[in-house]
């Protein structure tokens, strides 16, 4: 029999793991301990805040993919199913409006985020959460207390609990493979070293191709983490020490080029357009496994900000290397007084190196474009480029060029994908500490726990990236194209347009230093009364974020256009390139700046057990909060948001960056032997941040020779604008989680959640959101560029589900060791965007995963799991259905993020 010494670390992953095990009861269900979103340990039953948890068992039936994947199983998550791969998918909650990332879900470990900014960007929170056999339980809190404890927690934030060692050793190793070339090895270990000192150590290390196979290794690395756990003899101080280093590489998919035949208008917010995955023709890449990602299209020679190369590789990926060191001590004084305190360094950087995809293009089109560009650049005796003698541009793979002799060449397919690599490298650093000093005491008849707490985070984020422009042919072994000017003969003409594939080398970038500091002052007092069955928790936090900056970025001060054509090459001669003439870096003035937020958000929340062992009905409490918090404003905000100019004034205008919401929830718990049940009730008010609109050319202005901006073409050197705009959203809607182990059937298990909301979005005014050619005189014949204008009044948010379940059905034999486990998720449709323009419908889909775990002993197990076993049809997000993207056929044209397909995992899992 284990020995465990009572200690709050130690017996709330232990109570925990106990939940979690074998089949629902009351007394499991009921007892379950949580240690999020409160100061002291609590019974799930009792909490007055929504929470869900997910045991270390539910994640071996669940077998998710990543983070996002599994976040997926909590009820008003939408993780847009995982379709990035692994790591920085997007990850929404309770319908609040956000353009990716996790900005309103920070995800933290053992109470203490990684990194203080979850949605920092090209460093997603999911580069450091990468759950493994040391992952004890995952537990999310919404509304409540969680906006008061934590920072930025504005929809909810979610805790991953590691496993500490106990008096005895234990552990285990699991070995998965998987159909995509995926191989992981998982081990943990943990034990006593004496009385008073524990140890726990772990991690994985994974190889695999991806399911979206790019012919090259998509995944390669893992982590490793490691903690001490000292309590002392009386059980009065507990003090845990922790490393963890990721060192990790994830592919990263993205959108995916498709046409769809024109049968009727671009939609309205009356009448959307709906697309049917039916519908839908590939180009070349099968949606299910397929990707534009090859070797041939992973190798880029781009320009940095200071005009030198930088070579991009795709097959680095996502590529974080982080050491994260923890520190946790807790005492308590005698009379009620404990002091608890978190320390946590993490310093290290996370490599970015990503291929986007814009919607495809005909390359006929594309070759008369770039011809009608020649003409104007020969007839400018300025740059001594001279395209006279070309009769036409022809696009060619790259590959099979071999000198000024074109007519050998292999030319390029009918229709070409517009590919945007992108490199971006974040170096960061954090350094968090909370403090809390708690006062347990009895005051009349009621009981206190009241802690007060002190919170500071310093963070440092530098980043730099360039995004560029090239072209492929759509195969699922892509092929990069260049385009040259011929002659009759097909012999090359001039400088190439465009080299390995490169038109632009450089669109824009995004740089930045920044130095942050955050702190926060909190209480919380959780009371007891009416012989504990009413329990009440109130609490107020105020945070200050304070920015020191410097950027050098595409909006601010903006981009140049730079000739960065090497001193050992003829200008205008074949040995020449466009690509190097016309490179945009982020080369600006370096802008600085200091600035200062701060709020304050408060919580009430009751808990009434209304029945307790009741002969039918078991255990029944309600529970219901009342919350106003607040996220301070983020990276993407105060660095890389930039001003919005006023075409009249030349001002620029910057407006609120700090976001809140208001929160209010009931529900009610049921627990019998059989029946585990919450059933809640949600109501939101958000105001989102200040945002901006598209930088846009003044239409009422002039560029290069006085010609209006309005014109078509348009001219070069047009001024910009940028229109503000605010955003509110309200959204009601219910969550219902359960589980039911029928008497009837003795073995079966029912589980799973149902969410219905109505997330409706406001917006104050409507922007400029793009520029259209408009026909004016009805020739047939676009004569004058016109603004779109469009809101997102009154519509649903992107990419937002109304209605999402997840029913998850397991079977245990009784005469065999044998558990069958099967699962359902479904997602109604969704919108691409939020504007009220080209409203396009994404549609809705099901997914079945099952799988069969089969003890071969009381140590080991044997696993067979399979994904998406209906090869499920839908995708996550995508471009909208426009006027402006078709081919000469008149067919739509877009890209999209399609779920990925079938895979099949067998694992084998042992432990002692």
Known sequence: MKKYQRNRLATAIALLSMASAGAVAKTESIEEVIVTGVT????????????????????????????????????????????????????????????????????????LPAFEEPEAPFMNNDVFIKTDLMTQSVEAVKGGPGGILYSNALGAAVNYITRTGGQEFEGGYKLEVGDWGHVRNDFWLGGPINDNLTYAMGGFYRVSDGVRDPGYTGNNGGQFRANLLYTSDDNSTELMVQAHVIRDKTIFYQNIPYRIANTR????????????????????????????????????????????????????????EFNIFTAKFGKDFGDGWRLESGLRYTSGFSGFNALFNDPPTETSKLQNDQFNRLQDLTADPTNG????????????????????????????????????????????????GDFRLTNSFELGSTTHDLTFGAYTSIFTYDVSSVFASAWSDINEDARLVDLYAVDAAEQQVGPSISTGGVDQPALFGLGANSNMKTRALYFLDHVSLLEGRLKLDFGARWQELEVDRVTTN???????????????VVVGSTDDTLADNFVNVPDGKPQFASESYDDVGW?????????????????????????????????????????????????????????????????????????DMTVSVFAIDFKAKENLGPLLDDLSATGTGNVACSSIPAPPNCPKVRDT?????????????????????????????????????????????????????????????????????????????????????????????????GQAQYYSDRFATDDNTNVTIYPEYTQFNMGALYSV????????????????????????????????????????RPLLGRSVKFSLDYSF
Do not use: C
């Open 40 to 111: 002291q340990d609590t019974k799930k039953f009792d909490a007055t805040f929504s929470i869900n948890t997910i045991s270390a068992e539910d994640m071996k039936q669940l077998a998710p993919m990543g983070t996002a994947d599994l976040l997926g199983n909590i009820p008003g998550f939408f993780p847009e199913g995982g379709s990035a791969g692994e790591t920085h998918n997007n990850v929404l909650v309770r319908g609040l409006p956000q353009a990716g990332g996790y900005r309103y879900v920070p995800n933290l470990l053992d109470g």
């Open 265 to 320: 208008a671009p939609g309205t917010d009356g009448n959307p357009f709906e697309i049917d995955p039916g519908d839908v023709q590939s180009l070349g890449v099968d949606f299910s496994d397929g990707t534009l990602q090859a070797p041939a299209t992973s190798y880029y020679n781009l320009y940095d900000a200071d005009g030198g190369r930088r070579q991009l590789d795709i097959t680095d990926g996502i590529n974080p």
């Open 385 to 432: 480029i001279d395209y006279s003698a070309a009769t036409q541009v022809k696009a060619y793979f790259a590959d099979t060029v071999t000198g000024t002799d074109l007519s050998t060449a292999v030319e390029a397919p009918s229709v070409l994908a517009h590919n945007i690599p992108v490199w971006a490298k974040v170096d960061a650093t954090s350094f968090t």
């Open 554 to 568: 595409s909006f601010d001060p903006g981009n140049s256009s730079n000739d960065f054509t090497p001193n050992d």
């Open 603 to 675: 919580s009430f929340g009751a808990n009434y057990i209304l029945l307790e062992n009741h002969d039918t009905l078991g255990d029944v409490s309600i529970y219901g909060s009342f919350a106003e918090s607040f996220r301070l404003p983020g990276f993407e905000d105060y660095i890389f948001g930039g001003p919005a100019t006023s075409p009249t004034t030349g001002e620029t205008a910057r407006g609120d960056l700090t976001e809140s919401i208001t929160q209010l929830e009931g529900g009610v718990r049921f627990g019998t032997d059989t029946l």
């Open 725 to 821: 705009f605010r955003r509110d959203l309200t959204n009601v809607g219910v969550e219902i989680e359960g589980s039911w182990t029928p008497d009837f059937a003795e073995g079966l298990r029912l589980q799973g959640s149902i969410v219905w909301q109505d997330p409706e979005q406001g917006q104050d005014n409507s922007i400029r959101s793009g520029i259209v050619e408009v026909d004016t005189n009805n020739d047939n014949i676009n004569d004058v560029r016109q603004y779109e204008v469009s809101s997102s009044d009154a519509r649903r948010p992107r990419r937002q589900a109304e209605v999402m379940i997840n029913f998850r059905p397991s079977y245990t034999f009784a005469a065999i060791p044998l558990t069958i486990y």
């Open 857 to 896: 002993s009381d140590n080991l197990d044997l696993q067979l799991h399979v994904n998406n076993v209906n090869d499920a049809e839908s995708f996550t997000e995508g471009s909208p259905i426009t006027s402006g993207l078709t081919f000469a056929s008149g067919d739509y044209i877009g890209v999209a």
